[in-house]
C-alpha cells in the first residue's frame, strides 16, 4: 500500500493536504482542476479548457471566466503542493509525481516493468493498482476532451493487473493469480486469453475439476450470446487439462500479451520470465552526428560546455546535467553541440541518443513520439511500447537510471517539450533552442551570439582557404560584415566561393552590398539564412510580428524598450519584447546609463524584417516611433543649457512618451543623448527613406542643439541632408528652409563660407515666403556670422542690426540677447572698445535675467577679451575664468575650448608660461577632436609665439609652421563670399 497522494483523479476527484480533503467548490472549477490535472506539467490550451467548461456554448466572456476560475484554484493548490502556471496557449498544472495518484501509478508501472517479473516488480504493481479509487472522474460530468485520456487509462490498468497475474503465475503464486483472473474477467467476460490463463493456472495449481468447469462457463457465453465457439488457443488449453500434459511456464507464454493496451513485458527482450533487464541484446545507441570538421572559435564556450557534461564531474545517483544552448537562428547552436558532444562521448559508454525535436517546425514533435523513439533505440518496442507519455517517460527514466548516457535534444520548442525527456539520474542532457529555456531547474544556460570577427575571418579562411582570404583581405572582411559574422552566413558565403574557385572575393562581396537582395545571395543547397530566419518568424502574429518588423527598420544600433509602445501605439508591452528575446529574435543589447534596457536585431534579421514590413498600419506605427524619437529629443533639448536658433514644428505629435517618463529619462539630457545618438541618426534615415518628410525634418531639427554643443558636425550635415532630400520631395517648404538653415550653419562651421552663404540665403528666402519672421531672423544671423568670419564687418553689423528689429519685433528674447552679443563682437573686431562694451553688457544684463547661463559665459568671454584689449589683465582673466567655469559646468567642450584657449594666452602673457602651455595644449587637444581648424590653427599660433619667447626655437618653429599650413589650408578651402 502507499499513501493516497494530495490529488487524485483515479476515482472521483480529489484534493488533500495534511491528511485531510479539501473542498473545490464549483463544478466549473472542479472540471477546469480534473482537465488540468489529466495532463499535468503539460500546457493545456485555452481552447480545450473553454470547451470542457462551456461544452460547445462558451459565453463571450469565457477567456476572462477562465482566468477568474484559475485564479480561485490557486490557493488551493498551493496547499496541496502545486501551481498554475500560465503561457501564452493555455496553463499548466504543475505538480510532482508523488502528488498526483495518475502519475504515481504510471511511475509504478514503469518501474515494474523495468524490475521484470520479480517479487519487486509485482510488489511495485499492487502498489499502483491500489491507487485506484474507481473509475477515473465518475463524480464529474464526462467532457469528450477526456476521452482518450481516460481511454488509454483503462488501459494502462488493465496492463497492470494483467502483467501482475503473469508475475504471480512466474513465481508460482497461482491462487493470488487466479484471484486476479477471475475480477479481470469480471470486467472482460469474453477476453479468451484471460479465461485461457484461469483454466492453466487452475490446472497448475491441482484444480483440474475447477479448470475443466471453468471451460464450460466460457464456452457456453460464447456459444449463447455470441454464436460462436471457443478459439483455437482456448481449445488448446481444455485439451491439455484432459490429457493432464505437462504444461510450459505461464510466464514465458504470449497468450497474454497479446491486444493493445495489455501492458505486458514480453517485447522488451529475452527472457523477461527470470527478471532480465529490459533491452538486453540490443546494442548501446550511438546516435551523435558527425563531428563539425571545421569547427571554428568559440573556445571559452566549449571549455564551459564539455566541464559541464563531463561525466566525472559528478555523482552517479545526483540528477542528470542538464545545459541548454540558445541564440537566433544560424548563430551555430547544433555545431557547437554536436562538437562538445563527441568531445565527451568517451565519459558515457552505455551510448549516446540524439533527438531531433522540430521545435521551428510548424507542428513540433510530440513528447509521446519522441519517448518512443528513444525507448525503440533502447530495445523497447511493438506490445511493450506503454501507451501513455507518462507511462513512457518513467520507463524511459527507469531504463537510463542503471545505464547513464548523453542525450542531445536538438531545436526544443518549449520547456514543457523536454522535460518529459529529463533522464531521472546520471545522465548528462544538451539541449539546443531558438526560445530561451530558463525554467529547467539547475540548468546552464549558455546563449550564443555571433562570431567575433577574428574567429569570423578564420572560419571563411577553412572554407574558402586561407591563402585566397589573405590574398583578398578587404573583399573578405567586407563579406563578413555583410553576413552580420552570423556562422550559417559565413558557411554559405564560404560554400559559393570554394564551389567557384575562378571568383575573385570581389564578386561576391558586390553581391551581398546590397541589402535588399542580400538574403537571396546568402544561399546554397540545402542551406538558406532566409529559410533558417522563416521558421522562427512565420510562428509569429499579431503585436509580435508587428513589433518585430519594426524593430528591423530601425536599423542596426540597439533602441530603448519603450519603442514597442510607439510602435503598438498602447503602453506596457514588455510581455510582447520578452516573447521577442525569448524567441531569439531580439537581442537584449543590455542596459544604457540611463538604466533602459536596449534591444537590437541583427543585421540579417533586419533584412527579413524589411522585406515583409509595409501597409499603412506598418507606416503609421514607424510614424509614431518617430514621433516619440522627436518629443523626447525635444524633450531633453529643453534641459540644455542652449537651445538657441532651434526650429521645430508646431503640429502636434501623434504619439508621445508619458510625462513622468520623459522627465526620468530626460533628467541628464546630456547622457540621454549620447545613449540615444546612433539610433536617432538612423530614426532620422528611416523617416526619409519612408517618405515620412514632416518626421524626418522635425527631428533632426530638434537634434541641432546637441549636436552644435558637441560639436557632432557630420551626423548634424547627414541628418540634415537625408531630411532636406526628403523635404523637398515632399514640397514641404519649411522643412526645406529648417535644413537648409542648419546646414548653412554646419557649412560656417567648417569655414565653407560661400557654400554657408548660399545656403542661408536660401533658407531666408523661404522663410520669408511662409511668413516666418523668426526663421528668417535666424537665417540673417547667419548671414552676420558669414560675413564677420569673411572680414566683411560692417556688412555683418548690418546684419545683426537687422537680426536684432526682427527679434525685437517678435518678442524673442533670446535672440536679442544673441543679437546683441554679435554686435558687441563685431565693434571689438572694429576696435571700438566704447560701443563694444555697451552692447555686451546689454547681452549680458539680458542673459542674465532669462537664466540664460550658457549665453553669460558667451558674453563673459567676449568681455575678457575688451579689457584685455584695455590693458587689463587681471579683470580679463578673471572674465575668461568665469566662461570656463560656466562652460565647463554645462558640459560644452567646444565652447569651453575657446575659454581656456584664452585664459591660457593670458596665463602666458603675463608670465604664467606653464599654466598658460598647459591650457593651450588642453584647448588644442578639443580643437582637433572636435575638428575645429580655426580654433586649432590659432591655438597653434599662440603656442607658437609662447615658446619662442621662452626662448625653445625649434619648438616654436614647428607650432608656428603649423598654423601657417592650417590657415593655408582654409583659404583654399574657403570660397570668395558675393
Not at 131 to 144: E, M, V
Not at 433 to 455: I, K, N
Not at 714 to 722: A, D, M, Q, S, V
Request: net charge neutral.
Amino acid at each position: 500500500m502507499v499513501d493516497q497522494p494530495a490529488f487524485g483523479v483515479l476515482g472521483p476527484l480529489q484534493v488533500r493536504a495534511a491528511d485531510r480533503s479539501l473542498r473545490v467548490g464549483g463544478t466549473k472549477p472542479r472540471l477546469l482542476l480534473a482537465t488540468l490535472l489529466l495532463d499535468a506539467n503539460q500546457v493545456v490550451g485555452s481552447d480545450t479548457l473553454v470547451e470542457v467548461l462551456w461544452a460547445g456554448n462558451p459565453p463571450s466572456s469565457a477567456t476572462a471566466n477562465l482566468r477568474t476560475y484559475v485564479s480561485s484554484l490557486r490557493g488551493v493548490l498551493g496547499t496541496a503542493g502545486a501551481r498554475i502556471a500560465a503561457h501564452p496557449s493555455g496553463y499548466a498544472l504543475e505538480v510532482a509525481a508523488e502528488r498526483l495518484d495518475l502519475l504515481l501509478f504510471e511511475d509504478l508501472v514503469a518501474r515494474a516493468r523495468a524490475a521484470g517479473r520479480t517479487g519487486a516488480g509485482a510488489d511495485l504493481l499492487r502498489a499502483a493498482l491500489d491507487l485506484w479509487r474507481g473509475r477515473p472522474l465518475s463524480d464529474l460530468p464526462a467532457s469528450p476532451a477526456w476521452d482518450a485520456r481516460l481511454r488509454a487509462l483503462t488501459q494502462a490498468r488493465l496492463g497492470a493487473a494483467e502483467e501482475l497475474v503473469a508475475t504471480q503465475l512466474a513465481a508460482g503464486e497461482h491462487a493470488c493469480a487466479i484471484d486476479g483472473l477471475r475480477e479481470l474477467i469480471g470486467e472482460h467476460p469474453y477476453r479468451e486469453d484471460l479465461w485461457q490463463q484461469l483454466i492453466l493456472a487452475l490446472h497448475r495449481s491441482g484444480r483440474r475439476a475447477e479448470a475443466l468447469h471453468a471451460y464450460a462457463v466460457i464456452r457456453q457465453q460464447l456459444v449463447d450470446d455470441l454464436g460462436i465457439e471457443p478459439g483455437q488457443d482456448l481449445r488448446e488449453a481444455h485439451a491439455r487439462v484432459l490429457a493432464e500434459d505437462t504444461l510450459p511456464d505461464p510466464a514465458v507464454s504470449s497468450s497474454i500479451n497479446t491486444g493493445p493496451g495489455t501492458g505486458v513485458l514480453a517485447g522488451l527482450g529475452v527472457g523477461l520470465g527470470t527478471g532480465a533487464a529490459p533491452g538486453l541484446g540490443v546494442p548501446p545507441p550511438y546516435q551523435l552526428p558527425a563531428d563539425i570538421a571545421d569547427f571554428t572559435g568559440r573556445a571559452a564556450t566549449v571549455a564551459t560546455l564539455t566541464g559541464f557534461l563531463s561525466a566525472g564531474e559528478r555523482r552517479p545517483d545526483g540528477p542528470p546535467a542538464v545545459a541548454v544552448v540558445v541564440g537566433p537562428p544560424g548563430v551555430g547552436k547544433t555545431a557547437l553541440a554536436v562538437h562538445c558532444a563527441h568531445a565527451v562521448r568517451p565519459g558515457y559508454p552505455a551510448g549516446q541518443l540524439h533527438l531531433c525535436l522540430g521545435g521551428t517546425e510548424e507542428t513540433p514533435a510530440d513528447p509521446a513520439d519522441l519517448l518512443a523513439e528513444a525507448l525503440r533505440a533502447l530495445g523497447v518496442g511493438g506490445a511493450a511500447m506503454p501507451p501513455t507519455v507518462h507511462e513512457r517517460s518513467a520507463l524511459y527514466r527507469s531504463l537510463l537510471a542503471e545505464r547513464p548516457m548523453l542525450v542531445l535534444l536538438d531545436d526544443a520548442a518549449d520547456a514543457a517539450q523536454v522535460r518529459a525527456l529529463l533522464p531521472g539520474s546520471g545522465s548528462a542532457v544538451l539541449v539546443t533552442s531558438r526560445r530561451r529555456v530558463t525554467e529547467l531547474p539547475g540548468a546552464l544556460l549558455l546563449e550564443l551570439d555571433v562570431l567575433p570577427p577574428g574567429e569570423a575571418e578564420d572560419l571563411l579562411g577553412r572554407i574558402v582557404g586561407e591563402r585566397r582570404v589573405a590574398a583578398d583581405r578587404e573583399a573578405a572582411l567586407a563579406i563578413l560584415d555583410a553576413c552580420g559574422h552570423l556562422p550559417l552566413a559565413i558557411r554559405i558565403a564560404g560554400a559559393r566561393l570554394a564551389g567557384r574557385p575562378g571568383w575573385p572575393l570581389g564578386v561576391l562581396q558586390r553581391r551581398l552590398a546590397d541589402e535588399a537582395a542580400r538574403l537571396d545571395e546568402l544561399r546554397a543547397g540545402d542551406l538558406e539564412v532566409r529559410g533558417s530566419f522563416e521558421r522562427s518568424t512565420r510562428r509569429l502574429t499579431g503585436e509580435a510580428a508587428t513589433a518585430f518588423q519594426a524593430f528591423g527598420l530601425l536599423g542596426p544600433a540597439s533602441v530603448p524598450g519603450w519603442v514597442a509602445d510607439a510602435v503598438l501605439g498602447r503602453p506596457r508591452t514588455e510581455a510582447v519584447v520578452d516573447s521577442l528575446v525569448d524567441a531569439s529574435l531580439l537581442r537584449l543589447a543590455g542596459t544604457d546609463a540611463l538604466g533602459q534596457p536596449r534591444y537590437q536585431v541583427h543585421d540579417l534579421m533586419r533584412c527579413q524584417a524589411r522585406q515583409h514590413a509595409g501597409g499603412a498600419a506598418q507606416r503609421r506605427a514607424i510614424a509614431r516611433v518617430l514621433d516619440g524619437w522627436a518629443g523626447a529629443a525635444g524633450h531633453a533639448t529643453a534641459r540644455l543649457p542652449t537651445t538657441l536658433f532651434s526650429l521645430t514644428p508646431e503640429e502636434p505629435a501623434s504619439w508621445s512618451l508619458p510625462g513622468e517618463t520623459l522627465a526620468q529619462l530626460t533628467a541628464d539630457p546630456l547622457a540621454w543623448f549620447e545613449a540615444e545618438r546612433e539610433p536617432l541618426v538612423e530614426a532620422v534615415r528611416l523617416a526619409a527613406g519612408s517618405g515620412l518628410a514632416g518626421s524626418a525634418w522635425k527631428l533632426a531639427a530638434a537634434l541641432v542643439p546637441y549636436f552644435d554643443l558637441h560639436c557632432r558636425l557630420e551626423e548634424w550635415r547627414l541628418t540634415h541632408r537625408l531630411a532636406l532630400g526628403s523635404a523637398r520631395a515632399a514640397g514641404d517648404r519649411r522643412g526645406e528652409a529648417a535644413m537648409l538653415r542648419g546646414l548653412g550653419q554646419v557649412c560656417l562651421y567648417q569655414d565653407r563660407y560661400a557654400e554657408a552663404d548660399d545656403m542661408l540665403r536660401r533658407a531666408r528666402a523661404l522663410f520669408r515666403e511662409l511668413g516666418d519672421a523668426r526663421g528668417e531672423a535666424i537665417s540673417i544671423c547667419g548671414l552676420g556670422a558669414v560675413s564677420q568670419f569673411s572680414g566683411r564687418h560692417l556688412r555683418a553689423l548690418g546684419s545683426f542690426r537687422h537680426a536684432l528689429a526682427m527679434f525685437l519685433a517678435v518678442g524673442d528674447r533670446g535672440g536679442e540677447a544673441y543679437a546683441r552679443q554679435a554686435i558687441g563682437r563685431i565693434f571689438l573686431s572694429l576696435r571700438d572698445l566704447r560701443q563694444a562694451s555697451r552692447w555686451l553688457e546689454e547681452a549680458l544684463r539680458l542673459a542674465r535675467e532669462l537664466g540664460d547661463t550658457h549665453r553669460e559665459g558667451c558674453v563673459s568671454m567676449h568681455l575678457g577679451r575688451l579689457h584685455d584689449m584695455k590693458a587689463d589683465a587681471g579683470a580679463a582673466m578673471r572674465l575668461q575664468g568665469r566662461a570656463l567655469d560656466i562652460f565647463e559646468r554645462l558640459g560644452d567642450r567646444h565652447c569651453g575650448a575657446y575659454a581656456m584657449q584664452s585664459l591660457g594666452g593670458l596665463q602666458a602673457a603675463n608670465g604664467e608660461r606653464s599654466g598658460g602651455s598647459d591650457r593651450l595644449q588642453a584647448s588644442l587637444a578639443i580643437f582637433q577632436q572636435l575638428g575645429d581648424r580655426s580654433g586649432e590653427a590659432a591655438t597653434f599660433q599662440t603656442l607658437g609665439e609662447l615658446y619662442r619667447s621662452a626662448g625653445r626655437s625649434a619648438l616654436a618653429s614647428h607650432y608656428l609652421h603649423r598654423a601657417v599650413e592650417l590657415r593655408r589650408e582654409l583659404r583654399e578651402h574657403r570660397s570668395p563670399v558675393p
